[in-house]
């Protein structure tokens, strides 16, 4: 890279972004932002444009969490940038390092109604770690970098800028941006050898570890914890599949008698929310391993809570040399449990019932899932099935709307995947409340060729809302949709292809159909609307 670079303040972004490692935009269409397409027109820069800004900004998430780097979405200004605030938001809650590049009415006009006019930084600071307004051209490069570096310092998360129309299309000459530098932060080393010996000489240990130790690179680690000190390991959000199916220590279908008989309880890299019954595992003692002082738990009375580069932290409780009990007995009833879990779930997943169950359509679906296909969940009833049903063999390749739980994830995460993984298989789990929100992006995956298949549970309702409101005052309303609707006529109006299934007999073919098609390709799969997931939520 040369020293200086030069041009109009589209440029001068693209030259800072590239610094940084982003090598695609997720967009949609807008005048206050023209200079940055130009810029990335002439550098051959790949954009991918959307139908509704929310889908440009979780295009962006999945590529953040799927690559561990910054994901970029460009938004007009005004409802661009307020309609991708529920994007920025789940950003927020995931610890996604994404950056979102809004365009701004010109400042030298302020207060005189422009079109489309609003201060948006106050809106979008309470879900950013950095929000900020370039005031002037030769400021962009330096501002990408605060921005950036803030986004992938612990813990990540999203950050905002807006550049106002005369300081974009304004040109300058600046010194070229030089590679980031990120910082890391150390634990105490005393509170992560109290946090060793704990989990060493415990009766019944467990770790729970979730999606910060994906994003933090430490799955190895991890791994090598868990293998030294013999302890079982439960997983959620996208630290599913850090140990894969198979590993004696790990486990999914025990998590009631772990979290009820264990003595000490280790979460790791996720938060003591209400997946993890917010922390409340009494009589065992918490141990909340996270990524920065910022996340250590005030609601719970952890036994210890080492904050830091979790890498580094990890491998230090893999390195412990002191006393350790005999896990053996502990592991080998968890597996029992497992055992008998697994069972029970086969036999869900084979079910011949017609309506289809939603636990058939995951059966099938683990017939056809490559170890490396992306599965993404969006949706409420029939994505919790998903989380019990579908196993990842690998890790960081389950994506869901994390703890923010927002809906209309889907053909964004989709775009972000599919973009990732030019050549693995994408599924994404829809629920048909969830498709309302964001289905017509199916036109952006086919106009851009970018096949995905796309599982449609269809039960006419609102599932996670009728059933409770139905046993909590004897009826519901506003908790029904049109049964039967067509969602794969959908598809295949906006260019894709798809088809409707009623029969359990029928999933199998009509899955393998829409994996061989080359094409966005929906399958409407008509389940079973008095088959409720008992749970309020199974995102965990």
Same mark, same amino acid.
């Given at each position: 890279?040369?020293?200086?670079?030069?041009?109009?303040?589209?440029?001068? &972004?693209?030259?800072?972004?590239?610094? @940084?490692?982003?090598?695609?935009?997720?967009? /949609?269409?807008?005048?206050?932002v023209f200079p940055i397409y130009d810029a990335a027109h002439k550098a051959d820069f790949p954009i991918y444009d959307v139908r509704h800004e929310q889908s440009a900004v979780f295009a962006a998430e999945a590529v953040a969490k799927l690559q561990r780097r910054p994901g970029l979405a460009v938004l007009t200004a005004g409802p661009g940038v307020t309609n991708g605030i529920s994007g920025l938001t789940s950003a927020f809650f995931n610890a996604s390092p994404v950056l979102v590049m809004g365009g701004r009415a010109p400042a030298f006009r302020w207060g005189s109604g422009s079109l489309q006019e609003i201060d948006h930084v106050p809106l979008v600071a309470p879900v950013t770690k950095y929000a900020a307004t370039v005031?002037?051209?030769?400021?962009?490069? &330096?501002?990408?970098?605060?921005?950036?570096?803030?986004? +992938?310092t612990a813990h990540r998360g999203p950050a905002f800028l807006d550049l106002p129309l005369e300081v974009l299309f304004s040109s300058e000459d600046v010194a070229a941006p030089g590679a980031p530098a990120v910082p890391v932060i150390e634990a105490d080393p005393d509170e992560v050898a109290r946090a060793a010996a704990l989990l060493a000489e415990a009766e019944r240990p467990v770790i729970i570890a979730g999606s910060d130790v994906w994003g933090g690179n430490a799955i190895d680690e991890l791994r090598a914890a868990a293998e030294t000190l013999q302890i079982p390991v439960f997983t959620n959000g996208m630290g599913r599949g850090a140990l894969p199916p198979g590993h004696p220590l790990g486990f999914a279908k025990a998590r009631r008698p772990a979290l009820s008989e264990a003595d000490v309880v280790a979460v790791i890299g996720t938060p003591l929310d209400f997946r993890l019954n917010f922390g409340e595992f009494d009589p065992a003692q918490v141990i909340h391993i996270v990524d920065a002082p910022s996340q250590r738990a005030g609601h719970v009375q952890a036994a210890v809570s080492p904050a830091g580069d979790l890498r580094r932290i990890l491998a230090a409780i893999a390195g412990h040399t002191g006393k350790r009990t005999d896990h053996a007995e502990w592991i080998n009833g968890l597996r029992a449990a497992e055992d008998?879990?697994?069972?029970?779930?086969?036999? &869900?997943?084979? &079910?011949?019932?017609? %309506?289809?169950?939603?636990?058939?359509? @995951?059966?099938?679906?683990?017939?056809?899932?490559?170890?490396?296909?992306?599965? $993404?969940?969006?949706?409420?009833?029939?994505?919790?099935?998903?989380?019990? @049903? /579908?196993? #990842?063999?690998? #890790?960081?390749?389950? /994506?869901? %709307?994390?703890?923010?739980?927002? +809906?209309?994830?889907?053909?964004?995460?989709?775009?972000?995947?599919?973009?990732?993984? %030019?050549?693995?298989? $994408?599924?994404?789990?829809?629920?048909?409340?969830?498709a309302g929100f964001s289905l017509m992006d199916a036109e952006s995956l086919v106009r851009q060729n970018l096949p995905v298949v796309i599982v449609v549970?269809?039960?006419?309702?609102?599932?996670?809302e009728k059933h409770p409101m139905r046993a909590m005052?004897?009826?519901?309303?506003?908790?029904?949709?049109? #049964?039967? +609707?067509?969602?794969?006529?959908?598809?295949?109006a906006l260019g894709g292809a798809g088809e409707t299934v009623e029969k359990s007999a029928d999933l199998g073919p009509a899955l393998n159909r829409a994996f061989d098609s080359g094409v966005p390709y929906l399958v409407n799969v008509l389940t079973d609307p008095e088959d409720a997931y008992p749970r309020s939520s199974n995102l965990a």
């Amino acid at each position: 890279m040369t020293d200086k670079i030069e041009g109009h303040g589209g440029d001068l &972004a693209l030259a800072a972004l590239r610094a @940084y490692g982003v090598t695609e935009m997720f967009t /949609l269409s807008g005048g206050h932002v023209f200079p940055i397409y130009d810029a990335a027109h002439k550098a051959d820069f790949p954009i991918y444009d959307v139908r509704h800004e929310q889908s440009a900004v979780f295009a962006a998430e999945a590529v953040a969490k799927l690559q561990r780097r910054p994901g970029l979405a460009v938004l007009t200004a005004g409802p661009g940038v307020t309609n991708g605030i529920s994007g920025l938001t789940s950003a927020f809650f995931n610890a996604s390092p994404v950056l979102v590049m809004g365009g701004r009415a010109p400042a030298f006009r302020w207060g005189s109604g422009s079109l489309q006019e609003i201060d948006h930084v106050p809106l979008v600071a309470p879900v950013t770690k950095y929000a900020a307004t370039v005031t002037a051209t030769d400021e962009i490069p &330096a501002e990408i970098g605060r921005a950036l570096t803030a986004a +992938l310092t612990a813990h990540r998360g999203p950050a905002f800028l807006d550049l106002p129309l005369e300081v974009l299309f304004s040109s300058e000459d600046v010194a070229a941006p030089g590679a980031p530098a990120v910082p890391v932060i150390e634990a105490d080393p005393d509170e992560v050898a109290r946090a060793a010996a704990l989990l060493a000489e415990a009766e019944r240990p467990v770790i729970i570890a979730g999606s910060d130790v994906w994003g933090g690179n430490a799955i190895d680690e991890l791994r090598a914890a868990a293998e030294t000190l013999q302890i079982p390991v439960f997983t959620n959000g996208m630290g599913r599949g850090a140990l894969p199916p198979g590993h004696p220590l790990g486990f999914a279908k025990a998590r009631r008698p772990a979290l009820s008989e264990a003595d000490v309880v280790a979460v790791i890299g996720t938060p003591l929310d209400f997946r993890l019954n917010f922390g409340e595992f009494d009589p065992a003692q918490v141990i909340h391993i996270v990524d920065a002082p910022s996340q250590r738990a005030g609601h719970v009375q952890a036994a210890v809570s080492p904050a830091g580069d979790l890498r580094r932290i990890l491998a230090a409780i893999a390195g412990h040399t002191g006393k350790r009990t005999d896990h053996a007995e502990w592991i080998n009833g968890l597996r029992a449990a497992e055992d008998a879990g697994k069972t029970r779930d086969a036999e &869900a997943m084979a &079910a011949e019932s017609d %309506p289809i169950k939603p636990a058939r359509v @995951y059966g099938e679906l683990r017939k056809v899932l490559a170890p490396d296909a992306v599965t $993404i969940g969006d949706g409420g009833d029939f994505v919790s099935y998903a989380g019990r @049903y /579908l196993e #990842p063999a690998q #890790p960081g390749t389950w /994506l869901d %709307p994390g703890p923010y739980g927002c +809906l209309g994830t889907g053909m964004g995460y989709a775009m972000g995947a599919r973009v990732t993984y %030019p050549d693995r298989q $994408i599924c994404v789990l829809m629920g048909d409340g969830a498709a309302g929100f964001s289905l017509m992006d199916a036109e952006s995956l086919v106009r851009q060729n970018l096949p995905v298949v796309i599982v449609v549970g269809n039960n006419g309702i609102w599932g996670l809302e009728k059933h409770p409101m139905r046993a909590m005052y004897g009826y519901d309303v506003a908790a029904d949709l049109q #049964p039967g +609707l067509r969602y794969d006529d959908v598809v295949k109006a906006l260019g894709g292809a798809g088809e409707t299934v009623e029969k359990s007999a029928d999933l199998g073919p009509a899955l393998n159909r829409a994996f061989d098609s080359g094409v966005p390709y929906l399958v409407n799969v008509l389940t079973d609307p008095e088959d409720a997931y008992p749970r309020s939520s199974n995102l965990a």
